[in-house]
Nanobody
Framework: QVQLVESGGGLVQTGGSLRLSCVSS????????MGWFRQAPGKEREFVAA????????YYADSVKGRFTISRDNAKNMVYLQMNSLKPEDTAVYYC?????????????????WGQGTQVTVSS
């Protein structure tokens, strides 16, 4: 069973930056596609960013393109989400997700493993 643990959330002002981290317990992390999703109060969980197992393929939601960057360090079993130019509408619980396939997915149903989430709050 793979466990994912997120960290790095917090309170930040509009225009600020945060870096989310996610560590995986799986021994085959380097073969997993990984993603970040978020869920705001009263809304459905939505795709934010994804990265394939090698780190060469990345995908972003239009709402975060140009502001967020997903990356990974397979030697450390880590995936990151660098968030810049944050806006109040980025406020949500952010979830790390993993799948035992090399390719990335933008679909919620494309992932088998989920972290517990980390809260990001952007004040106006």
């Amino acid at each position: 069973q793979v466990q994912l643990v997120e960290s790095g959330g917090g309170l930040v002002q509009t225009g600020g930056s945060l870096r989310l981290s996610c560590v995986s317990s799986g021994r085959t992390f380097s073969s997993y596609g990984m993603g970040w999703f978020r869920q705001a109060p009263g809304k459905e969980r939505e795709f934010v960013a994804a990265i394939d197992s090698s780190g060469t393929g990345t995908y972003y939601a239009d709402s975060v393109k140009g502001r967020f960057t997903i990356s990974r360090d397979n030697a450390k079993n880590m995936v990151y989400l660098q968030m810049n130019s944050l806006k109040p509408e980025d406020t949500a619980v952010y979830y790390c997700a993993g799948r035992p396939l090399a390719g990335a997915s933008t679909r919620f149903g494309g992932y088998d493993y989920w972290g517990q989430g980390t809260q990001v709050t952007v004040s106006s």
